[in-house]
T-cell receptor, first 115, second 114 residues
Framework: DARVTQTPRHKVTEMGQEVTMRCQPI?????VFWYRQTMMQGLELLAY????????DSGMPKDRFSAEMPDATLATLKIQPSEPRDSAVYFCASGLEGGGGFPQHFGDGTRLSIL | KNEVEQSPQNLTAQEGEFITINCSYSVGISALHWLQQHPGGGIVSLFMLSSGKKKHGRLIATINIQEKHSSLHITASHPRDSAVYICAVRSGGNYGGSQGNLIFGKGTKLSVKP
């Protein structure tokens, strides 16, 4: 079965360090989403791409977070500089959008701990 | 007030029981998703529906667009059904300037005892 692949699965680093999370969407999918999950907030949308163009990144702290799609097979989420409050599980999901409502396929997530 | 409300927050059942999890939302939507998050953290999409009812194995999802309400039912529950079940809606218009993103409920944690 085709799957969304996220790397790394786990990341522990010190505050102030740059963190890069990567996502390989399912081949042929034209939308990519980045979500963050914390105990307090639950799942939150950070960024949303369609056909590699960013459509919505309003959920992302712009001063330290950036999301890009260098090509159709790779999405990246970067945090620089990282802070302890960024500790969370970051999920990537992809889907094929052809109208209203489409299923999203989630990756296994990157568990990030900022010390 | 959250745009997506789930109830109950926690649910404990005995194996074999019929389970219902509810989801109410306050925004216009184009679709509603039910997701399952396993204790290990992985998320699986169970259903996507915009009207009526869908069934897959022992799982049934219904939605009432007029009442802005959806239910997820599990028949003959089993300990392996223990997970967090998350309702998410896709906004139907320019809600918050974001078309296509999901708005999540806080989840219902289900524990099925043998």
């Amino acid at each position: 079965d085709a799957r969304v692949t996220q790397t790394p699965r786990h990341k522990v680093t010190e505050m102030g360090q740059e963190v890069t999370m990567r996502c390989q969407p399912i081949l042929g999918h034209n939308t990519v989403f980045w979500y963050r999950q914390t105990m307090m907030q639950g799942l939150e949308l950070l960024a949303y791409f369609r056909n590699r163009a960013p459509l919505d990144d309003s959920g992302m702290p712009k001063d330290r977070f950036s999301a890009e799609m260098p090509d159709a097979t790779l999405a990246t989420l970067k945090i620089q500089p990282s802070e302890p409050r960024d500790s969370a599980v970051y999920f990537c999901a992809s889907g094929l959008e052809g109208g209203g409502g489409f299923p999203q396929h989630f990756g296994d997530g990157t568990r990030l701990s900022i010390l | 007030k959250n745009e997506v409300e789930q109830s109950p927050q926690n649910l404990t059942a005995q194996e074999g029981e019929f389970i219902t999890i509810n989801c109410s939302y306050s925004v216009g939507i184009s679709a509603l998703h039910w997701l399952q998050q396993h204790p290990g953290g992985g998320i699986v999409s169970l259903f996507m529906l915009s009207s009526g009812k869908k069934k897959h194995g022992r799982l049934i999802a219904t939605i009432n667009i007029q009442e802005k309400h959806s239910s997820l039912h599990i028949t003959a529950s089993h300990p392996r059904d223990s997970a967090v079940y998350i309702c998410a809606v896709r906004s139907g218009g320019n809600y918050g300037g974001s078309q296509g993103n999901l708005i999540f409920g806080k989840g219902t944690k289900l524990s099925v005892k043998p």
